[in-house]
């Protein structure tokens, strides 16, 4: 049984009865979040008040999926000597 301490990546999950997974979350453990894109999601509450303390934007899961892509393709493209670092 995981208990209901906080983990070093700033968020824990709380577990009931129903609850079984650790990707799953309550409702009332969710945050409708609106992205810069337009969409409404509901994210859980523990990460996005941890973005919200550390200054981050909130973004629902295609746009921060998107976000990640692109750092990859720079760092690889970085890394792979296409781009200089002075460019950047």
Known sequence: MIEN???????????TASSR???MFTEENGMNVYCACGRI???DRYEM???ISLGK???CTV???KRISQEIDFMNDLYNGL????SY
């Open 5 to 15: 301490e906080p983990s070093y990546s700033g968020s824990y999950v709380t577990h």
């Open 57 to 59: 934007d909130l973004q």
């Open 41 to 43: 999601v509901n994210l």
């Open 83 to 86: 781009i200089d670092e002075e």
């Open 63 to 65: 746009c921060r999926n």
């Open 21 to 23: 997974c650790l990707d």
């Open 49 to 51: 008040q941890l973005k």
